[in-house]
């Protein structure tokens, strides 16, 4: 789980162009104590990245399955630079 910062150097330096995949979930990260009370959202946008696209498509039905809209989408091969 990283921040989702597509926009960043960082970001295109080593997540576009790693032939990986990404699951974003709508919205932000929810904390949930152990009783079930809230307790806020996350400040950043966030996203899970795997290698590995069986792993990315059973998070996001693990996510959806909790209520969470959440998506797996395959990374570029290589960016033409």
Not at 3 to 27: K, L
Not at 31 to 49: A, D, I, Q, S, Y
């Amino acid at each position: 789980m990283v921040p989702m910062r597509p926009e960043t150097r960082a970001w295109w330096s080593h997540v576009w162009g790693a032939g990986g995949y990404v699951v974003v979930q709508r919205g932000r990260v929810r904390f949930v104590g152990t009783t079930g009370e809230r307790h806020g959202n996350g400040m950043l946008t966030t996203c899970f990245l795997t290698w590995r696209e069986g792993l990315a498509q059973s998070l996001a039905e693990a996510l959806t399955r909790r209520g969470v809209d959440a998506v797996a989408l395959r990374m570029v091969e290589a960016l033409p630079w």
